[in-house]
């Protein structure tokens, strides 16, 4: 069987995901992403402490690396990134972050199948930190953030068995 075919299947048989359960997806989601951004504070933080020890970086009178850190803009494009390739890539990998997986949700191309780099791109882009789901509040009839009108995509909530079938599809 084609990966095509069941996916353009599944697509069929789902309903749009309301509010609610994209609200308790994106609260799971935020406090993995506290712990991505922990991580890759982490790494920056001992990148920092290579360039002084060896010499390569000097930090100002009373400045910790930490306060490096947050004086440069970069730091925070630095977080940024990580987190839109975090999200960006189970979007395009399964359809699925971590949240979504616990609360039977997937993003996925309107016929139904995963989303292209261009689309997750513009999902990580559009999303609003998650504030583009408020959208569905008023968009009664198709259900759909703003995130997923600009990439022309949909969430969509799976059936148990579904969610399933992903699960142990992905591992």
């Not at 933080?45 to 000097?58: N, R």
């Not at 699925?96 to 609360?103: D, I, N, P, S």
Request: hydrophobic share 50%.
């Amino acid at each position: 069987m084609s990966a095509a075919s069941p996916s353009h299947t599944l697509h069929a048989s789902f309903p749009s995901a309301g509010f609610g359960r994209r609200l308790a997806a994106w609260i799971y989601d935020v406090l993995v992403a506290v712990a991505v951004i922990m991580l890759s504070s982490a790494l920056a933080l001992a990148f920092a402490a290579i360039l002084t020890s060896s010499g390569w970086l000097q930090l100002p009178e009373g400045m910790d690396h930490a306060g490096w850190l947050n004086s440069s803009p970069l730091y925070a494009i630095y977080l940024l990134s990580v987190l839109g390739f975090f999200f960006g890539w189970f979007w395009r990998r399964s359809g699925q972050t971590l949240g979504m997986r616990a609360w039977r949700l997937k993003v996925q191309q309107r016929d139904g199948s995963l989303l292209t780099k261009k689309q997750a791109l513009i999902r990580v882009i559009t999303c609003c930190f998650g504030l583009g789901n408020l959208w569905v509040l008023v968009d009664f009839k198709n259900r759909r953030a703003w995130h997923d009108y600009a990439a022309g995509t949909e969430l969509v909530t799976l059936s148990k068995e579904a969610n399933q079938l992903y699960y142990w599809r992905d591992l």
